[in-house]
């Protein structure tokens, strides 16, 4: 009897689907256990529903900041000073507001029916799938093999017997003891959706990429937004160009962005919410957002008895094959802290399957990563970053162009956004990129392949783009590197 390799996945966000799927496809016995459904906060309650609610906001905006330039003539229904009867019955109003509610039940029916999805595409593939909150015993037997074992919401166990385990337990929101979420004014990333109406003076604590997106889509929505900042500016971990446009639309929008600002405290004060600051000020709102950061999901689920490093932080140490210390264990996700990107999850999931199962593996490699901040400009990187060739990680030549002057952006009215790239002097080899602008995740890919294929600028510069393009920005700044370039050699 032919043995068949058991792997346990404890986690089912997209690290433990995707390497679900890998181990199922080379003839693995593959159990994923997860207790909310798979996709994990990824695709219930972050990325798929966050991104779903910023598409609604990006309608809005769009609209509402090009309509008068680009000559389009706005009526209300019954402005002919009737009561909307006659031709105007069926003539579209002007967009003034959202149904808030509607908008987050489409939100949750998207979240739940691509976690169903993912469900099917597993079980299709071989995999079993357990709900119930899994735990790694300690000690391996003889054999290598590891056990876990799986506690299900009444309390029912069950063990499982497997030679590999890969850990996906993700992360919950961060909370500061003084402005804990109630669910109601007071709320975290996960409870947004729960809200019926439009919070009419929204305050949002942090100004990370999580605080930014929420910021920028309920401003859109119609609140009115205070975006709290401990930092210098918004956005203080990305490219300080992109940071400082996407801060400059938010101000020019209406957002009152406090800079240098960290929230103490937040408290329900009747139907409004107060929010303290480390100097005393304080701000009322109806509602506040808490988006402080995450906590890695790896207390009580038995790593550290079973010979798992974790860091100060609570994430778990890994290679770049996603092995932690334990012999057979692996791990993916945002439970590493390496990066928090769905991308670089599904990556590290499979990664692990592949170097478990024996298949040919390419260890993870961050600096071809690309990234989008799904605000409105988007930003997106990939590669090194500003800070790497200011910090002289990496020599590189820098060259970084306004959309503009861009024929297409001024087609579209588009004012805010650039296009930078970085090459390597001598060989021109494109080593990073950032692009501001709207749908920027779709105009970082051409970047992305010259970064993961060590093309130069002239290789961009030579390739046709149409006319007129945005993606002619990218080929237009590649010919300037390469001028650049030449110059200096």
């Not at 990073?432 to 970064?451: F, K, T, W």
Request: charge should be negative; aromatic fraction near 4%; proline fraction near 4%.
């Amino acid at each position: 009897m032919e043995y068949v390799t058991r792997i346990v996945i404890i986690g089912g966000g997209p690290g433990g689907y995707e390497a679900a799927l890998v181990g199922a496809s080379l003839g693995a016995e593959v159990t994923v256990v997860d207790c909310d459904g798979l996709g994990g906060a990824s695709v219930l309650t972050d990325c798929v529903p966050s991104k779903t609610l910023i598409a609604t906001a990006e309608v809005m905006t769009n609209f509402d900041s090009s309509y008068e330039e680009l000559g389009i003539r706005v009526e209300d229904i019954a402005s002919d000073g009737g009561s909307a009867a006659g031709p105007y019955k069926e003539r579209p109003a002007r967009v003034v507001g959202v149904d808030l509610g509607k908008v987050n039940r489409r939100v949750k029916r998207l979240a739940l029916a691509q976690s169903h999805d993912i469900t099917a595409s597993v079980t299709r593939a071989g995999g079993r799938v357990m709900r119930g909150r899994g735990r790694l015993e300690p000690g391996q037997a003889p054999d290598g093999s590891r056990k876990v074992t799986v506690t299900a919401a009444d309390g029912a166990t069950e063990g499982l017997i497997a030679d590999a385990v890969l850990i996906a337990t993700g992360a919950h929101p961060r909370e500061i003891p003084d402005a804990l979420p109630d669910g109601e004014r007071i709320l975290n990333w996960t409870q947004v959706y729960d809200l019926t109406e439009l919070p009419e003076e929204l305050i949002v604590v942090g100004s990370g990429v999580t605080g930014a997106e929420f910021a920028g889509a309920y401003q859109a929505l119609g609140s009115r937004v205070t975006l709290v900042s401990s930092r210098d500016r918004v956005l203080p971990g990305e490219d300080p160009d992109a940071a400082a446009v996407l801060e400059d639309v938010f101000r020019r929008r209406g957002m009152n962005v406090m800079a240098r600002s960290r929230a103490q405290s937040a408290k329900r004060v009747g139907d409004r919410v107060e929010v303290t600051l480390a100097d005393g000020r304080t701000i009322s709102g109806t509602h506040c957002l808490m988006a402080v950061g995450s906590i890695p999901n790896t207390e009580g689920i038995g790593l550290e008895s079973a010979g798992v490093r974790l860091k100060d932080s609570g994430h778990i140490w890994t290679d770049k094959v996603s092995r932690t210390t334990a012999p057979g264990v692996y791990a993916a996700g945002d439970c590493t802290g390496v990066f928090a990107l769905a991308s670089v999850a599904a990556m590290q999931g499979r990664i692990a399957m592949y170097h478990f199962l024996g298949d040919a593996v390419t260890p993870l490699n961050l600096k071809t990563v690309s990234a989008n901040v799904f605000t409105d400009p988007e930003i997106a990187t990939v590669g090194y970053s500003q800070a790497d060739i200011d910090g002289g990680v990496i020599d590189a030549r820098v060259v970084k162009l306004p959309l503009l002057r861009n024929p297409r952006a001024k087609m579209q009215g588009i004012r805010d956004g650039f296009v930078k790239l970085f090459c390597r002097p001598g060989t021109g080899i494109v080593v990073g990129g950032v692009v501001v602008s709207p749908r920027a995740s779709e105009l970082i890919h051409p970047i992305s392949i010259a970064v993961d294929n060590n093309l130069t600028v002239e290789q961009i510069a030579s390739a046709f783009t149409v006319y007129p393009s945005l993606s002619g920005s990218i080929a237009e700044v590649a010919r300037q590197l390469h001028t650049r370039k030449a110059a200096s050699e």
